[in-house]
């Protein structure tokens, strides 16, 4: 090793030997019982803790029930939902009409499966509940095709409907 120190072992000095069972106390002293010792710090706050997490934890469980069902209680005591808007029956049953009119100026032509406005085609498409909604106004449901196509004129003001048709989303 250079720049190091050499190690060399030493020799173990022997230990007297020990006896293994205690040495009895002197005659002349009579062997009187210890006092119970104190509980240790320790054990003392594992208890205490132990149970104020229990509690806590209980009442946490409590907490968290109780405000569940309380924020359930509407919801299970209210009765089914009715529509506000009157269905008009299944989709099979009503009739494909058929209209041709002048309105707002525009000309609106079509039937339940197709709606043109001056010769362009105004996309429709029918609702569950049997309404019709329309590419112009898709936030609004009408009862009818025709109510659809006037609903379509009026928001559309002086403006042509495009030919290129809906972009997809």
Request: no cysteine.
């Amino acid at each position: 090793m250079a720049g190091g120190t050499k190690l060399e072992p030493r020799p173990v000095a022997a230990r007297p030997a020990e006896s293994l069972a205690p040495a009895p106390p002197p005659p002349s002293q009579p062997r009187q019982p210890s006092p119970p010792l104190p509980p240790t710090r320790s054990t003392q706050p594992l208890r205490s803790s132990r149970t104020r997490r229990f509690f806590l934890r209980a009442a946490f469980a409590f907490g968290a029930i109780g405000g569940t069902a309380a924020a359930l209680t509407p919801v299970f005591r209210a009765g089914p939902r009715k529509s506000t808007t009157p269905a008009p029956g299944p989709v099979d049953a009503m009739p494909d009409e058929r209209f041709d009119e002048m309105y707002g100026g525009r000309r609106i032509q079509g039937t339940a499966s197709g709606v043109r406005i001056d010769g362009r085609p105004l996309h429709l498409m029918r609702r569950a509940d049997g309404t019709y909604v329309s590419v112009v106004n898709h936030f609004e449901s009408f009862p009818t095709a025709l109510a659809t196509a006037r609903a379509a004129v009026d928001d559309l003001g002086g403006t042509q409907l495009s030919l290129a048709g809906p972009a997809l989303h």
